[in-house]
């Protein structure tokens, strides 16, 4: 594997009003271009910042891979406002390719828990009206959201489930603890039941929506009742992990999924798998 020395900066990519939004920018040293990643912090779409994902963002530096780690809109900013966001800075990553020494057309994205799902919500609707309602400034090149690949580490799948699931538990007998609050974090980012069902990449595919399906993997700690459950709202016998990549794979897409300790989630156990797969899908 290689083992690049690298830079780190911090720039602003958008601007909301009087509040910035930073990418940590991680650029391996040599003449590139690289391939690049954009990686998506997590925090119930309420909490955290680009400091939540410096493990992995090291390692794929070291790698050769340009890592933009964003800050978004989130928590009452509300859906799809953080979609909005991601939208843009794929759209700016690719438009700045030739200053950052990115090739613009190898970009992938990543994310972990509610990062992942807004990971992979971004990659199927790269060219959504809404998510792309922000233009990039006058004069930029001709670009569009669309990614390469997608890298999740145990994602958020399904919004609305995860809701339910966490209510039920926190109304039982000694709940876990991330079931307490959860919902209120929900009804903060979300507001009503439906948007969690419209922003939802599980159902998005149930419903039979036509969207890109590109190479994605799916890193999955166990246990970890809080994202391998199953959904007592639905028929598939397996659970929210297994269903998804059902479901990817009959809409046509690759998925892979890689089980690992939960205990060592944040270690090379998990991003090693994530680097690999970024080298196979973007070089």
């Known amino acids: 594997m290689p083992n690049y020395e690298f830079t ?43 400091t939540g994902t410096q493990g992995l963002d090291q390692t794929l530096a070291k790698n050769g891979f340009v890592v933009a780690s964003l800050n978004f809109r989130h928590a009452a900013d509300g859906y799809p406002n953080t979609l909005i966001d991601i939208n843009y800075a794929v759209r700016w990553l690719k438009a700045r390719a030739r200053d950052l020494k990115v090739r613009p057309d190898q970009i992938g994205i990543a994310g972990q828990s509610s990062g992942g799902h807004l990971a992979m919500l971004a990659a199927m609707r790269p060219n959504d009206s809404r998510y792309a309602s922000i233009p990039l400034p006058v004069g930029s090149p001709a670009v569009d959201a669309t990614v390469r690949a997608v890298a999740m580490s145990w994602p958020v799948i399904n919004p609305i489930s ?21 919902k209120e974090k929900h009804d903060t980012y979300w507001k009503t039941e439906a948007a969690m069902i419209e922003g939802n990449p599980m159902l998005l595919l149930e419903r039979g929506e036509k969207v890109p399906t590109p190479p994605a993997l799916w890193v999955q700690g166990r246990p970890d009742i809080v994202h391998d459950y199953h959904d007592d709202d639905s028929s598939f016998p ?14 046509g897409g690759d998925i892979e999924i890689v089980y690992v300790p939960n205990d060592a989630r944040s270690t090379s156990v998990s991003f090693d798998p994530i680097a690999a797969f970024f080298h196979k899908h973007l070089g």
């Open 238 to 251: 397996g659970n929210e992990p297994e269903r998804f990549v059902s479901n990817y794979r009959k809409a």
């Open 162 to 182: 995860r809701y339910r699931n966490a209510q039920k538990l926190e109304k039982g007998p000694n709940p876990p603890a991330f079931a307490i609050g959860m």
């Open 8 to 50: 780190t900066e911090d720039v602003e990519y958008l601007r909301h009003g009087d509040k910035p939004l930073i990418a940590r920018l991680y650029k391996p040293k040599g003449d590139g271009p690289f391939p690049a990643v954009i990686d998506l912090h997590g925090g119930a779409w309420n909490s955290g910042d680009l």
